[in-house]
T-cell receptor, first 114, second 112 residues
Framework: GAGVSQSPSNKVTEKGKDVELRCDPI?????LYWYRQSLGQGLEFLIY????????KSGLPSDRFSAERTGGSVSTLTIQRTQQEDSAVYLC????????????FGPGTRLLVL | GNSVTQMEGPVTLSEEAFLTINCTYT??????LFWYVQYPGEGLQLLLK?????DKGSNKGFEATYRKETTSFHLEKGSVQVSDSAVYFC???????????FGTGTRLQVTL
C-alpha cells in the first residue's frame, strides 16, 4: 500500500505567520511521530501519538508548536508565529505500534521562514 | 540518558572499498537498534535493524551486529558502490520510550 505522505512538500513563509503541516500515515498504523531535521540540531523527536492515549509532547521546543491527530489517522503539526530558527525539514513517521517496531518515514516538509 | 554517537563524516571511499561506520549508544534497558539511510533528495529509509543482543541485521550487502558488551552497532559493507553514496544514521529506541534517538549522521561519498 501507500507509504507515509506529507504535505506540502515545501513551504516558504514570513516570520510571524502560522503554518500547518500535514501527515497521512500508513493505513493501519496506530503510532504516529513527528521529527525535525535541521542543520544545527540533527534529527530531533517532537511528538508522538499512539491510539487514543495522550500524546507524548516531550520533544516540542516551545508552546508555539502543537499537533493533533484526528480520528486516529491524519495528523497536523501547527507552528504559530514562526521564527527563522523554525526553518527545517519536518518529518512524519508511523509504525504498527509503539516501542521497538520499525518507523516508516514520509518524504518530509521543507519549511523556510524568511 | 539515551544517546547515539556515530563517527564524524564525511567518509570518502573508492568503489569496491570496505566500509565501516562506527556507532555506539547509551540507553536504559535493552534498546532496538537501527540504521537508516538518506539518499540525496530523498527521505529516510530503514536500512537494517536488530532487536536483541548478538542479532545481526543485514540488507543490500550492509551488515551490523548488536554488541551489548561494547554497546555498539557498527555498520559494514564489504564492497561499496557509487550508488551507496548517502547519509547514514544510527538510531535506537527503548521498549519504554516512544521516540527514535538518532546519531548525527555520517555522509558517505563513493567515487569511481
Amino acid at each position: 500500500g501507500a507509504g507515509v505522505s506529507q504535505s506540502p512538500s515545501n513551504k516558504v513563509t514570513e516570520k510571524g505567520k502560522d503554518v500547518e503541516l500535514r501527515c497521512d500515515p500508513i493505513s493501519g498504523h496506530t503510532a504516529l511521530y513527528w521529527y525535525r531535521q535541521s542543520l544545527g540540531q540533527g534529527l530531533e523527536f517532537l511528538i508522538y501519538f499512539q491510539g487514543n492515549s495522550a500524546p507524548d509532547k516531550s520533544g516540542l521546543p516551545s508552546d508555539r508548536f502543537s499537533a493533533e491527530r484526528t480520528g486516529g489517522s491524519v495528523s497536523t503539526l501547527t507552528i504559530q508565529r514562526t521564527q527563522q530558527e523554525d526553518s527545517a525539514v519536518y518529518l512524519c513517521a508511523s509504525s504498527i505500534e509503539r516501542g521497538g517496531q520499525t518507523q516508516y518515514f514520509g518524504p518530509g516538509t521543507r519549511l523556510l521562514v524568511l | 540518558g539515551n544517546s547515539v554517537t556515530q563517527m564524524e563524516g564525511p567518509v570518502t571511499l573508492s568503489e569496491e572499498a570496505f566500509l565501516t561506520i562506527n556507532c555506539t549508544y547509551t540507553a536504559t534497558g535493552y534498546p532496538s537498534l537501527f540504521w537508516y539511510v538518506q539518499y540525496p533528495g530523498e527521505g529516510l529509509q530503514l536500512l537494517l535493524k536488530a532487536t536483541k543482543a548478538d542479532d545481526k541485521g543485514s540488507n543490500k550487502g550492509f551488515e551490523a551486529t548488536y554488541r551489548k558488551e561494547t554497546t555498539s552497532f557498527h555498520l559494514e559493507k564489504g564492497s561499496v558502490q557509487v550508488s551507496d553514496s548517502a547519509v547514514y544514521f544510527c538510531a535506537h529506541i527503548t521498549g519504554t520510550a516512544s521516540k527514535l534517538t538518532f546519531g548525527t549522521g555520517t555522509r558517505l561519498q563513493v567515487t569511481l
